[in-house]
């Protein structure tokens, strides 16, 4: 299609030429070793010159480890933060916690049943807090889930049967938790019926349900079970807008013994229905991610499946998804991260491999499928409402928001929108 684009937000447009999206492909990984066992992998620009850098978790030595990149997909050496002797580090969240326009980071430590707070000082990491939460932690998401601006935290504790939210006050974070069904293993934030707050939405993995607890102003109800197929466990949680219809759907992980899919929870009215299953391409589906891969403006699926050694790519096609291909990894691929790393405005794709002390990173090379990040309502034309619904994106933290291609929803990407306003449109 065409792309209008109204010129400095003022009188006149200029006719951009769109290309076709294809299949979305990857290029073969690229392997980067970590320490002994990584389990989490994200991207942000922590030193503020707008490259991305990664940051990985390492159990043994326990620590966070920053490689910055230097441009076009490259990183520079490791910079290692020892996070304490049986802490055991592994996934994150990635936002400006403080307030400072930078990015902070917020690492699971589950030897110590706690997140680690980690501010972000000129591109040096130090870790300023640490918030206790449930027992074993393994997943954290960071959502606002109270509204009032800023980055809230959740953790999903599988050994004790709890959800921690940590709220943030300034930078400072106070603990509540909430009972979560047997073994919760995932726990995100959407706004569901779009009332402007977050419901918490939890895999309740021994279960075999997702529990879908309503926010009532700042207190959570009774949860909402819906079931999953019988012969699936849900694993890994992201929400999206799946079917266009302006609403979150969720997608969760399916899996068991020698089985692996994504389920799609289509959101009708507030209500979420039972998982549509996709296969994964994979057994043992464990962490799921939602974005436009191909660049044609739906969001599109990818999905780890650790016992196969492969990242599934699910295409959206009208809102079905689709198992279009699989990415070779290394042993044992845990948490999935999506960024723009090489800086083509394309996404790409990573995951630590536990067994093979190695993160893969798979470049984007989707023919034709650059995003057009400004038009931010979709609605083929770059005007002040796609400001507008950038603000709203923000608010939200949604995958909109993200305009610099970091995997997070934070300040700097207000600039990134003013500068991909400007630049118009492929």
Request: aromatic share 6%.
């Amino acid at each position: 299609m065409s792309m209008i684009r109204q010129s400095s937000m003022g009188a006149g447009f200029l006719l951009c030429a769109g290309l076709a999206a294809a299949q979305p492909t990857f290029m073969p990984a690229t392997s980067v070793a970590t320490g002994q066992r990584p389990g989490g992998v994200a991207f942000g620009d922590f030193d503020g010159d707008t490259i991305v850098d990664m940051v990985y978790s390492n159990d043994a030595p326990d620590t966070v480890t920053i490689r910055f990149g230097t441009g076009g997909g490259v990183f520079g050496a490791p910079v290692n933060f020892f996070t304490g002797a049986g802490t055991g580090p592994d996934s994150f969240a990635v936002a400006d916690f403080d307030g400072d326009l930078d990015l902070d980071v917020a690492v699971v430590l589950k030897g110590i049943d706690s997140v680690a707070i980690m501010t972000n000082t000129a591109g040096v990491l130090s870790v300023s807090g640490q918030v206790p939460t449930g027992s074993n932690p393994r997943r954290i998401v960071a959502t606002d889930i109270d509204g009032d601006g800023d980055a809230d935290l959740l953790t999903a504790n599988r050994d004790s049967n709890t959800v921690s939210i940590l709220m943030n006050t300034n930078g400072a974070f106070s603990a509540s938790s909430l009972s979560a069904g047997d073994r919760p293993v995932s726990a995100i934030g959407a706004d569901l019926d779009g009332d402007g707050d977050q419901e918490i939405i939890v895999s309740d993995n021994r279960g075999r349900a997702v529990l879908v607890f309503p926010n009532m102003g700042g207190a959570f109800g009774a949860p909402t079970s819906i079931a999953v197929s019988p012969i699936f466990r849900p694993e890994g949680l992201d929400s999206a807008d799946i079917d266009g219809d302006g609403d979150t759907d969720v997608l969760v992980a399916l899996s068991d013994t020698a089985v692996g899919a994504v389920g799609l929870m289509i959101n009708t009215g507030g209500v979420l229905a039972a998982p549509v299953e996709t296969p994964s391409g994979g057994t043992n589906a464990d962490s799921i991610t939602a974005g436009d891969l191909d660049g044609d403006g739906d969001l599109d699926v990818a999905v780890t499946n650790q016992d196969t050694n492969t990242i599934g790519i699910l295409e959206n096609n009208g809102g079905a998804l689709g198992l279009v291909g699989t990415l070779a990894t290394e042993a044992r691929p845990q948490r999935i991260a999506r960024a723009d790393v090489n800086g083509d405005n394309k996404p790409d794709l990573a995951t630590a491999n536990r067994d093979a002390n190695t993160i893969s990173l798979f470049m984007n090379n989707t023919a034709g499928g650059g995003v057009c990040l400004a038009d931010v309502n979709g609605d083929g034309v770059l005007n002040a409402n796609d400001f507008t619904a950038w603000i709203a994106a923000f608010n939200m933290s949604a995958p909109e928001c993200d305009q610099n291609g970091d995997g997070s929803c934070d300040p700097s990407d207000f600039n990134a929108w003013i500068a991909n306003f400007n630049a118009g449109c492929p």
